[in-house]
């Protein structure tokens, strides 16, 4: 009882306690600032897991202790908050409200469930594959912010009608991690994550060996697809069972809100063209940025500029508003939305944002600013010289070390950072023990893609942690057992197959 009543001050307790015990007894003998640095994050992440206070809260933690402690200054630590990454969240959940404002996304989802029926195990198993598919060829953030809003309708669908025996928080559950962690998982593809395109870039600055985009593919393509149906039946079949089974009520009544849906509204027909115009820019923004050097365009520019048009552009006559409403007045959310609506002259006014997560937004910045404060102050490249005193001439051994450590390490560092700096100190430990330095650099790059624990590990697990649906205790055991699964899969792929299809020597 008197835990129940104090438990975000125990929480709090705690995360100081172990804080100040890794400082003062500093276990690994580090200099002053990496070990006051390594203790912030140590509390900052016992408060995130123990939810000792919001975790946007928690995030801006180091804009007080970071100067305080002299770690960095107020001006620098506040540049995380306002990094590329954030204004790319914010673009897309500003496209993701539009889709939800006009109810797009519930057309699409009805539109899949129609085609994959009210099976739950199908369902999800459908989203991951799309999923999956999508980021080996879209940035994963991007990917996980065009599936959010149909998972989520997909989900107030199978709510409203589901057989008794199914588990729908489970369904909801696993729907959502699913598309975070497929879009994590999708390795078949150098464009496929930010560590490939960063690892590769640095074998071919220091070795002049260039990895083909095609080689890539026929060697990790293999290894994509044993992860994304091993998430399958780990997520389904171990986990969280659902139970949910196909119901002819349940397609009959799908088909039913469709017909109600009636043709696609003015205003639905211009939110959809805004966001295929997105997706299609951020497909083909490599090769229009190949082809000129004017205007250089990246994933944040792309998701801003599709989500401020939103606020530009007119939602179309109120009359034909109003007669799509009456077509649909049926649906709950007309009602609740009828006054709204009418009042609306762009696709997105300013008070729609009120439903946005800007929690996550400082949530990620306050993961940004962490991730700096270990970079700045050379943990990485401490860590490299820890690796080298393990050394070992046995490749399983090193190979599944390399890759713990990189899996786990991604769970609170940029990823892409990570393998900037660890990549070179990887190869020269492999050349130490005269292995090949691809024997040691891919299962570090791919470890530091799949993190599953924390909301900051990856973009997607800070997206759909957004959602409401997943809580922080739900996403740190199922990305604990992911985590080990991953682990093992990556360190026997590379171990046996990977020597055989892809080495510099």
């Keep these: ?110 539109g899949i469930i129609n085609i994959t029926g009210t099976n739950g195990n199908q369902i999800i198993l459908g989203f991951i594959i799309a999923t999956c598919f999508l980021s080996l060829w879209l940035s994963n953030t991007a990917t996980t912010m065009m599936m959010l809003p149909i998972a989520g309708s997909v989900i107030h669908v199978i709510t409203k009608h589901h057989n008794k025996d199914g588990n729908i928080k489970n369904f909801s559950l696993v729907l959502m991690l699913s598309i975070a962690y497929a879009s994590n998982f999708a390795l078949g593809t150098i464009i496929g994550t930010p560590p490939n395109v960063a690892y590769v870039a640095h074998i071919s600055e220091r070795f002049n060996y260039t990895i083909g985009f095609t080689d890539w593919m026929i060697v990790f393509m293999p290894l994509t697809i044993v992860m994304t149906f091993g998430l399958y039946w780990v997520m389904v079949k171990w986990l969280y069972p659902n139970k949910i089974s196909h119901s002819a009520e349940g397609k009959a009544f799908i088909q039913e809100e469709l017909a109600k849906l ?65 077509a649909e007045h ?122 599953s624990m924390l909301p900051m590990g990856t973009p997607p697990n800070a997206i759909v942690f957004a959602s409401g649906h997943v809580k922080i205790k739900d996403m740190i055991k199922t990305g604990f057992v992911l985590n080990i699964i991953c682990i093992i899969i990556i360190t026997l792929f590379c171990w046996l197959v990977q020597p055989y299809l892809i080495k510099l020597h």
């Design 262 to 326: 009636g043709k696609i509204s003015l205003p639905e027909k211009r939110v959809l063209i805004i966001f295929s115009i997105t997706v299609f820019l951020w497909i083909t923004k490599d090769l229009i940025n190949g082809f000129q050097n004017v205007i250089v365009l990246d994933d944040a520019i792309i998701a801003m500029a599709g989500g401020l048009t939103l606020f530009v552009v007119s939602a179309g006559s109120t009359v034909s508003i109003n007669a799509n409403l009456t």
């Design 330 to 451: 049926k649906l709950e959310t007309a009602v609740s939305k009828e006054s709204e609506i009418e009042s609306s002259t762009r696709l997105l006014e300013w008070e729609d944002t009120s439903k946005m997560a800007w929690g996550i937004l400082l949530m990620f910045g306050g993961g940004i600013a962490l991730a700096k404060a270990l970079e700045d102050a050379n943990l990485l490249q401490q860590l490299g010289s820890y690796i080298a005193s393990f050394s070992s001439s046995n490749l399983l051994l090193m190979i599944l070390v390399v890759t713990t450590l990189s899996v786990f390490l991604s769970e609170v560092m940029s990823n892409v950072a990570q393998v900037i700096v660890l990549a070179p100190v990887i190869s020269s430990v492999a050349i130490a023990l005269k292995m090949d330095p691809l024997s040691l650099g891919i299962p570090m790059t791919l470890g530091a893609s799949v993190a």
């Design 1 to 110: 009882m008197i835990y129940q009543r104090y438990k975000k001050e125990i929480a709090m307790l705690i995360g100081l306690a172990i804080a100040m015990l890794f400082y003062f007894f500093n276990p690994f003998s580090l200099a002053p600032k990496s070990v006051t640095v390594l203790s912030v994050a140590f509390a900052m992440i016992t408060w995130w897991v123990l939810e000792a206070a919001p975790l946007a809260v928690v995030a801006l933690v180091p804009i007080v202790v970071f100067p305080l402690l002299g770690i960095t200054t107020v001006k620098e630590v506040t540049k995380s908050y306002s990094d590329s990454t954030i204004f790319l969240f914010m673009g897309g959940f500003f496209i993701a409200l539009a889709i939800e404002k006009w109810n797009l996304h519930k057309r699409i989802a009805l």
